[in-house]
């Protein structure tokens, strides 16, 4: 549960909020004290947008190929424009 709240940018007083309870709440929901209700279990999951199932894996979810071919091919053009930065600015230093 912990991971999908953090994807969604929530602190656990958002999702708490969201789902009409307090903070100590999703505390203790995360920290295995507390088990909610399959009521709040289908809220959460509504707010968090994922399957209700998923709120309680112990590993987090595999990135997709998609995914990593996009990261691959972010870092590449990253380092394209380093390079290219680098170059410019050489060429400004040269010709001064």
Not at 38 to 48: C, F, G, R, S
Not at 67 to 75: F, G, Q, R
Not at 83 to 89: A, D, G, N
Request: proline residues 4%; negative net charge; charged residues 30%.
């Amino acid at each position: 549960m912990k991971y999908y709240r953090k994807q969604k940018g929530f602190r656990q007083i958002d999702l708490a909020l969201e789902i009409n309870k307090g903070y100590n709440y999703i505390n203790s929901i995360e920290n295995e004290k507390y088990f909610p209700s399959p009521e709040t279990i289908e809220q959460i999951a509504a707010v968090l947008e994922v399957e209700p199932m998923e709120l309680f894996n112990r590993e987090e979810p595999q990135s997709s190929a998609t995914e990593e071919n996009l990261k691959i091919k972010l870092d590449s053009i990253e380092n394209q424009l380093k390079k290219e930065i680098v170059s410019k600015i050489e060429a400004i230093f040269k010709s001064s």
